[in-house]
C-alpha cells in the first residue's frame, strides 16, 4: 500500500510540475468545456456522465491518483489559489484562506472504501459501498475553493463525478480550482471532467441541477434558504445547513483554556465557519474572570455603549411581526479592527476578536452572525446556560461546546443540545480533527443527519450473495 501511494504522488508531482510550465494542453474531449468549466448544466452534466462511466472502468488507483491530485494542487499552490479566493469574495482573513487549502490532505479518501461479508452454512454475502453517479453540489461563498475540494475528494474517491454550482460571490476561484485539478487528473490518470462546474453560476442553474434526469445525488452546504430549497428536491440530499453554536463555560472550567479556545476559534477566517462559537453562556461565579481573561488571550472588550453601536451597524430591526433582525451583509466576514473603527474605536494592533457583555435580547445572540464579535451573556448557573444554549441553538443541531471539568455536566449538556458536533474543553475546529481527533471535512450534513462527511457518504449500499455451503472451518 505504501508502495503504491508513493508511486501515486510521484506521478502527481510530476504532471504538477509539467502543468506549472505550461505543458498542458487542451484534449478533444475538452473542448466543449474549460478543462471542466461549462455555461450549460445539460453540457455539464453530460460530460460528467461520461466521465462517471470512464471513471468506473478505471478502477481503484485511478480514484486514488485523482484525488491525490486535488491534494497535492491545494497544497503546493495554496498560497495562489487562497490570495485568489481571499480578492475575489473580500471576506475572512487570507491567511486562514492559506491554512483551509493547505489542511485538504486531511480530508478522507479511498482508505475509507471498505467491503464487509458474511460467511455461514448458507453460503457467502458481500457488501460493497458503490456510487451513485453524477452528484450536483452547491458550495458556499465562506469557503469556496476548500469546501469544493473536500467535495472532490470525497466523491471521487467512492467513485463519483460531479457538477458544481458555486455561491456566486465565489465562483472565479471555484473555477479556477476545477480547471487545475482537471488538467492535473488528466495527465495523471487520462481521465476528464471528472469536475465540472457552472461559470456563471444564478438561482436557474442551481434549480436545473436540482432537476436534471442526469444527476443522480445533491450535496448542499450553504445557508437556510438553498438547504430548504434541497430539502425539498425529490432526489436524496446531503444537506450541510446554518448553526448557531453556542458556548457553556460552568464554574469548574479552566478560564484560561476557555478563553484561549473561544478566541481561536470565533477568530478563525472571521467567524464565518458554521461551527464556530457564536454566543457564549458562562455562569454569574466566574463571568467577570472569564471576561478578563479573554482580553488577555487577544480579544478586545466592547463597553455597552460601544456594543449598543455595533449592534445598530450589524442589524436591522424587524419590520413586522413575525419577522426576525436582518444582518447587514456588508459586515461578514470584516476584521475585527475594521468594525471596531466603524464604532469609533481604535484597538490594539493583532486583535483577532471583540467581545461583549449583552442580554439575549441583543441580535448578536439569536442570529448565525459571521463576524468577530462574540456576545457573552451571564447565567445564575449551569443549569440555565445549558437551556439557554439549547433555546439559541434554535434547533439546528449543528455544534455546540463547553468548557467544564465536571463529566456529568458535559453529559447533560450533550444529551440536552443533541448536536452533530459536540466539543468540550477545546476550539470549535477541534471537532474536525483539527486539534482533536477525527476527519476533516467542510460540509457538515446536520438537517439530513449524515454528519461529518466522508467517502461513504456519498455511497450506496449493494449486497451480493452466494448461497451454496462454502465455509471451510
Not at 463525478?161 to 476545477?178: D, M
Not at 450553504?222 to 445547513?241: D, H, I
Not at 470549535?428 to 461513504?456: C, R
Amino acid at each position: 500500500m505504501q508502495a503504491t501511494e508513493q508511486a501515486i504522488r510521484q506521478v502527481v508531482q510530476e504532471v504538477l510540475a509539467q502543468l506549472n510550465k505550461g505543458g498542458a494542453e487542451k484534449s478533444v474531449a475538452s473542448r466543449d468545456g474549460d478543462w471542466g468549466v461549462f455555461k450549460d448544466v445539460d453540457q455539464a452534466v453530460a460530460a460528467a456522465s461520461e466521465a462517471f462511466e470512464k471513471l468506473s472502468d478505471a478502477g481503484m488507483d485511478a480514484r486514488r491518483k485523482a484525488i491525490e491530485c486535488v491534494r497535492q494542487i491545494c497544497d503546493s499552490q495554496a498560497e495562489e489559489l487562497g490570495t485568489l479566493e481571499f480578492n475575489e469574495t473580500k471576506i475572512g482573513r487570507l491567511d486562514h484562506k492559506i491554512e483551509k487549502l493547505k489542511i485538504i490532505k486531511l480530508v478522507p479518501g479511498t482508505e475509507f472504501i471498505r467491503t464487509d461479508a458474511f460467511s455461514g452454512d448458507n453460503g457467502l454475502t458481500i457488501v460493497e459501498y458503490a456510487p451513485f453517479g453524477v452528484i450536483g453540489a452547491i458550495t458556499p461563498v465562506t469557503h469556496s475553493l476548500p469546501t469544493l475540494a473536500g467535495n472532490v475528494i470525497n466523491m471521487v474517491a467512492s467513485g463519483n463525478t460531479l457538477i458544481v454550482n458555486p455561491h456566486p460571490s465565489g465562483a472565479r476561484i471555484a473555477c479556477e480550482g476545477v480547471r487545475r485539478f482537471n488538467k492535473a487528473i488528466h495527465k495523471a490518470t487520462g481521465l476528464e471532467n471528472l469536475i465540472t462546474i457552472i461559470e456563471q453560476p444564478t438561482l436557474e442553474t442551481a434549480a436545473a441541477i436540482f432537476a436534471h434526469r442526469g444527476v443522480k445525488l445533491l450535496c448542499v452546504t450553504g445557508g437556510p434558504a438553498v438547504a430548504r430549497a434541497a430539502l425539498e428536491s425529490r432526489k436524496k440530499a446531503v444537506v450541510a445547513g446554518p448553526g448557531n453554536p453556542p458556548v457553556v463555560v460552568d464554574e469548574t472550567a479552566c478560564l484560561e483554556n476557555a478563553a484561549k479556545s473561544i478566541v481561536k476559534g470565533a477568530a478563525y477566517d472571521n467567524n464565518l465557519l458554521c461551527i464556530g462559537e457564536k454566543e457564549v453562556f458562562a455562569v454569574e461565579s466566574i463571568f467577570d474572570t472569564l471576561m478578563v481573561r479573554m482580553g488577555q488571550q487577544g480579544g478586545y472588550q466592547l463597553s455597552a455603549r460601544e456594543v449598543d453601536a455595533l449592534t445598530k451597524l450589524a442589524f436591522t430591526p424587524p419590520t413586522k411581526p413575525g419577522d426576525h433582525w436582518h444582518l447587514n451583509r456588508d459586515l461578514v466576514g470584516s476584521d475585527a479592527t475594521k468594525l471596531a473603527e466603524l464604532i469609533g474605536v481604535r484597538v490594539p494592533a493583532g486583535t483577532q476578536l471583540l467581545f461583549g457583555e449583552t442580554d439575549v435580547n441583543n441580535p448578536f445572540v439569536p442570529e448565525e452572525q459571521m463576524m468577530p464579535f462574540v456576545p457573552f451573556v451571564r447565567a445564575k448557573n449551569v443549569n440555565q446556560a445549558i437551556e439557554l444554549a439549547l433555546e439559541y441553538e434554535h434547533g439546528f443541531r449543528h455544534t455546540s461546546l463547553i468548557h467544564s471539568r465536571n463529566v456529568q455536566t458535559m453529559t447533560k449538556m450533550g444529551k440536552a443540545v443533541d448536536t452533530t458536533l459536540f466539543i468540550k474543553n477545546g476550539p470549535s475546529m477541534a471537532g474536525l480533527g483539527l486539534g482533536g481527533e477525527g476527519y476533516l471535512s467542510f460540509s457538515i450534513a446536520t438537517p439530513t443527519g449524515e454528519g461529518v462527511t466522508n467517502p461513504l457518504t456519498f455511497t450506496r449500499s449493494r449486497r451480493c450473495v452466494l448461497v451454496d455451503s462454502l465455509r471451510v472451518i
